[in-house]
Each structure stands twice: as C-alpha cells, then as structure tokens.
C-alpha cells in the first residue's frame, strides 16, 4: 500500500493530512456546533490539535492509510476530516466531522462514500460507525455510505450509548 493514498471524487481531493493542517484541525474541533454530539471530541487549543494530528500521523505512518483532509478540487480550504482508523485488526471505525459551513451539500456523504469504497480492498475487514442515537445527520452519511445498521454491536463510547454501523462483514471470531 502506498504512503500516501489519495482519493478523488467528482468534487472532492482526500489527502493525508499534514502539519499545515492543524489550525483547521483546531477550527473543527473547537467548533461547538462539530462536536455537539460527541463533546469528548472537542478541542480548545492548538497544542491539543497537534497532539491530535501527531496521532493522525502515526496511524498513518503504521498503516499508509488514516483519516484524509477534504477539499474542494483546486481549493486549499479545508472542509473537514473523513477517514479510517483501526479498532483492532480487522475493525475499522469510520470517522467524519465537517465545519458547519460546508454541512447541506452532500460533501460528507461523498467523502464517506468514496472511504468505505475504498476499505472494500482489504481483506476480511470490516467497516463501522458510531454514532449518537440523536445524530441523525451523522447517521444518514453512514446509511447513504453503504453502512447498515448493527444493533447487536451498540455499545456505550466516551459521550454515552453510541449506535453502531457497519459495512456486514462478519470477522473471524468477532
Ligand atoms: C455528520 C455531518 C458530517 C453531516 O454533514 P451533512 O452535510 O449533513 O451530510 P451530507 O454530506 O450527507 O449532506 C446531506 C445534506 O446535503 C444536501 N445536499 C445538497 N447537495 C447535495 C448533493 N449533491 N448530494 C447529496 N446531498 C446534497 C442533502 O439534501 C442533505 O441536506 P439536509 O441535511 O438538509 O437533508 C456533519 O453534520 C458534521 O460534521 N457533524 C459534526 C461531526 C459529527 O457529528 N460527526 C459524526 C460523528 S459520529
């Protein structure tokens, strides 16, 4: 797998993140409307966006895949992050959060769409995400990315009881 996977999509560029990335980090983050649902998530200050992005990184570094930054092609502004990180070695969590202002133009949906398409190439490997019962625009990105619901693997996460959803494929003892 190469270093550094890019993905395209009709309007979308998904890149690997890099340090310059950590203010918009930061902007997302910090944004109470992006974290509404998962306030664990939120962040106050740019130290703690880089020790967030040096985990990215790392993910990164060990895997050649993680989450990407979405952009607009030929546009530096950073919409949001979408992408994949490991569970265990066959669990992979979907993640997505997106500044309000490019939320009601699919844009999650496109970026989500063309991750778990791409995580359909490695083998046995399942795809999930969590999300918070109340979420429901989180919840129409995972549907409309091809994720189903999976009642029997709801669980609590770090804000409380989280709804799981997942690409149904079953893992070897799982
Ligand atoms: C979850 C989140 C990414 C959803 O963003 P979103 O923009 O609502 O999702 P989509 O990209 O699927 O866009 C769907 C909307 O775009 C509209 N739309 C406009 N043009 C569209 C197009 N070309 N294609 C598809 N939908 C389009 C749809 O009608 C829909 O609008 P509606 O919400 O008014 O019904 C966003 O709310 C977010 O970042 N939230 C904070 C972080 C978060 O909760 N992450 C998930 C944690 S589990």
Redesign the pocket.
């Known amino acids: 797998m190469g270093e550094h996977v890019e993905l395209l999509t009709e309007r979308l560029s998904l890149r690997r993140p890099t340090p310059a990335d950590i203010d918009a980090i930061l902007a997302?983050h910090a944004d109470p409307?992006?974290?509404?649902?998962?306030p664990s998530?939120g962040l106050a200050t740019r130290d703690e966006a880089a020790e967030l992005y040096a985990r990215w990184d790392e993910h990164w570094r060990c895997h050649g895949f993680g989450y990407w930054v979405v952009r607009r092609h030929g546009v530096d502004e950073q919409l949001?992050f979408c992408g994949l990180k490991y569970v265990d070695e066959r669990l992979l969590n979907l993640?997505?959060?997106?500044?309000?202002g490019?939320?009601?133009?699919?844009?999650?949906?496109?970026?989500?769409t063309a991750v778990v398409r791409w995580a359909a190439q490695l083998p046995d490997h399942t795809v999930i995400?969590?999300?918070?019962p109340d979420?429901e625009?989180?919840q129409?990105?995972?549907v409309?990315a091809g994720l189903s619901r999976a009642t029997h693997l709801d669980a609590e996460g770090y804000d409380g009881l989280?709804w799981v959803f997942w690409s149904g494929l079953v893992p070897e003892g799982g």
């Open positions: 997302v409307r992006a974290v509404a649902h998962n998530d949001g993640f997505y959060r997106f500044a309000p490019s939320w009601g133009q699919g844009i999650a949906t496109e970026a989500a995400a969590r999300v918070r979420n625009a989180s129409g990105v995972a409309r989280d």
